[in-house]
Every structure is written in C-alpha cells, then in structure tokens.
Nanobody, 123 residues
Framework: QVQLVEAGGGLVQAGGSLRLSCAAS????????MAWFRQVPGKEREFVAA????????SYADSVKGRFTISRDNAKNTVYLQMNSLKPEDTAVYYC????????????????WGQGTQVTVSS
C-alpha cells in the first residue's frame, strides 16, 4: 500500500503561481511512476502530468505544457507540481496518483490516489 497526501492548493489570481506537493508513505516510493490529475464537478478526471520512477521522463497534457512542471524527490518521497501562469480554467481539485513504472495517461493505470487539493484561479 501507498498513502498519498497532497498539499499546496488554494486561491490565486490569474497569472499567478502555486506549487503542489504530494507526500508518499508506505511501500517503496521510488518504484512507482507518479502523476497529477485534476477534476471539476460533472467532468471526468483528466491527466495533467506524469513523471517516471527515476524522474528522467516527464509528460504533460497539452493544456498545461509550458506552464506546469512535474518533479520528484525520491529521498523525500515527494512529488511536486509547479504551476505558473495559472488560468481560470485550471480551477479544479488536483489529485496525486501512483502507479506501475511507465508514463500512462489514463487514470485506470494508477493504483493509489490522494484525497485531492482544491486549486481555484480567479479572473
């Protein structure tokens, strides 16, 4: 089992920045690929970004490419999502997820999820 706890969400004006973190505990963190997803009410949970177990490979949704950066620190069992140039359409609950090694875009490929953290971007 892996337990994931997100932090860092909040309210920010458009154009601002936030940094989300996800602390993991339980089984070996470094053996899992990690990802961030987001969800708004009434819509499917959508892929935002993923990072391989080494941190050497990353992938982003087109909607956040160039604005968001995913990274991980295996020594601290933590994955981060740096979000810059935020837009109102980035408003959502952001979830951290852990899954088998590899970059996957579907939520069905991830076994463990955090409880989510709310990000609200005002215009």
């Amino acid at each position: 089992q892996v337990q994931l706890v997100e932090a860092g969400g909040g309210l920010v004006q458009a154009g601002g920045s936030l940094r989300l973190s996800c602390a993991a505990s339980g089984r070996t963190f470094s053996s899992y690929a990690m990802a961030w997803f987001r969800q708004v009410p009434g819509k499917e949970r959508e892929f935002v970004a993923a990072v391989s177990w080494t941190g050497g490979t990353t992938s982003y949704a087109d909607s956040v490419k160039g604005r968001f950066t995913i990274s991980r620190d295996n020594a601290k069992n933590t994955v981060y999502l740096q979000m810059n140039s935020l837009k109102p359409e980035d408003t959502a609950v952001y979830y951290c997820a852990a899954g088998a090694p590899g970059i996957y875009y579907s939520r069905h490929n991830y076994d463990y999820w955090g409880q989510g953290t709310q990000v609200t971007v005002s215009s």
